[in-house]
């Protein structure tokens, strides 16, 4: 497994939703939100500092797959921009399906009794924090399924 942190983006065409990970990549977190610039390159600049100050391991942007798991344009987009974070950030970069993440955060702001004009700003990174316990959670359970070298 890579070690540092992991951290997850939601990608929007006006926001990028960010969430952390814990060091023991257990658990996801909102962190922040991410105004998109009008270059591209001082949005992935904005990324690659904080892969540089939480000692990132590992980014996951979400991939918007169609609701029957097709590559639409949204998708592709995000890949495209997934390779050029890599590029950028110097760690590896995954995809991961992001399918109603948006939906859940919303409905967890709900819950928590966030007020609307409140829930708005805070959804982004809360879909972030959800995609990226998705993500972690299914390391975690590919983990669990590897047989135990030590254990012949």
Do not use: C, F
């Amino acid at each position: 497994m890579t070690t540092g942190r992991a951290l997850g983006l939601d990608l929007g065409s006006r926001r990028v939703g960010v969430a952390l990970s814990n060091s023991s990549r257990t658990v996801a977190t909102p962190l922040t939100v991410i105004q998109r610039a009008k270059r591209r390159s001082d949005d992935h600049e904005a990324v690659r500092a904080l892969v540089e100050e939480w000692e990132i391991g590992v980014v996951v942007v979400g991939l918007p797959l169609s609701l029957d798991g097709s590559l639409g344009p949204a998708a592709k987009k995000a890949r495209r921009e997934a390779k050029e974070l890599g590029v950028v950030t110097g760690v590896p970069v995954e995809t991961y399906d992001e399918r109603l993440t948006t939906v859940s955060a919303h409905q967890a702001l709900r819950e928590q009794g966030v007020a609307g004009h409140n829930r708005r700003d805070m959804v982004d990174m809360v879909a972030a924090a959800v995609l990226l316990q998705a993500w972690l959670d299914t390391q975690a359970n590919a983990a669990s399924r590897q047989p135990d070298p030590s254990a012949s």
